[in-house]
C-alpha cells in the first residue's frame, strides 16, 4: 500500500513570526488589496520598495533568464515579498504574480520605525536566511541530480501548499512550463520524469493537476 503520507508542517508564515501587537499594527498601517489570478504583482526590475504581504492566496516568483522567465518560488498566506528592495533600496529582483486571487496588505515606504521592532526585524530576518538556506540546498541537489530527482525535489516542496484530497496531496497550480523553468530541462523531458514517477506509483498527472500518492517515496526520490 502506498505511503500516504501529509505534507511536512508548515513552516510559520512572516506573520506568524510576529508578536501579536507588531502583527496588528503592520495589518493597521498597510493598505489592502486584492489581485485577480495571473495578475502581475510586481515585476523584476521595478523601482518600488513597497512591502506585500499575502493574506490569503498563492504567487509565483519568477526571474527572467534569456528569453524565458524560470520559476523561483511559490509563495502563500502569510507571506512577505519584496523584503530585500525595501531594506536595500534597489529595484525588484524578481517578477511576483497571483496564481490564484490574492488578498495582501500593501506597506508603502518608509517603514524604518517598524524595522526597528524587535519582532518584525527578526522576522525578517529569520525569512531571509531561510530563503538563502534553501536556495543553497537546492543548487547543491540540482548540481548532483538528474531531472527525475529534480522535479521529485521540486515537488515535495510544493506539497507544502498544496491540499489533501482523498488521501492524496493535489498541486493544480504549476504547469509543466513552470516546472521544466525551475529544474533547468525542457517540458518533453519533465514530462518523462513525471511518466516515471507514475510508473512507480508515487504520483498521477491530469493536464495540470498532479496528484501524490505517495509523498514519503517523493522525497526520498528527490533526496
Known sequence: MANTARPEPRRRSFLELLDLNDRAEVEARGRPRQFNAHQLIFKQGDPTGRLVIIKHGLVKVSLAVGRQPAML???????VLG??????????????????????????????????????????????????????????????????????????????HGYEQRSKVIIDFVSQE???????????????????????????????????????RLRRTGG
Open 178 to 216: 513552470d516546472l521544466a523553468s525551475a529544474v533547468g530541462a525542457t517540458r518533453p523531458t519533465v514530462n518523462r520524469s513525471l511518466s516515471q514517477l507514475s510508473r512507480q506509483g508515487i504520483l498521477t498527472t491530469e493536464g495540470q493537476r498532479i496528484s501524490i500518492l505517495d509523498l514519503e
Open 73 to 79: 518560488a511559490i509563495r502563500g498566506t502569510g507571506d
Open 83 to 160: 523584503e530585500m528592495a525595501m531594506i536595500d533600496g534597489r529595484t525588484r529582483s524578481a517578477t511576483v504574480a497571483a496564481l490564484t486571487p490574492v488578498s495582501a496588505v500593501i506597506l508603502e515606504p518608509p517603514v524604518d520605525d517598524l524595522l526597528t521592532r524587535p519582532s518584525i526585524s527578526r522576522a525578517l530576518l529569520m525569512i531571509i536566511v531561510r530563503r538563502l538556506r534553501e536556495a543553497d540546498r537546492r543548487r547543491v541537489r540540482f548540481g548532483r541530480a538528474n531531472v527525475t530527482e529534480r522535479v521529485a525535489y521540486l515537488l515535495a516542496g510544493l506539497a507544502e
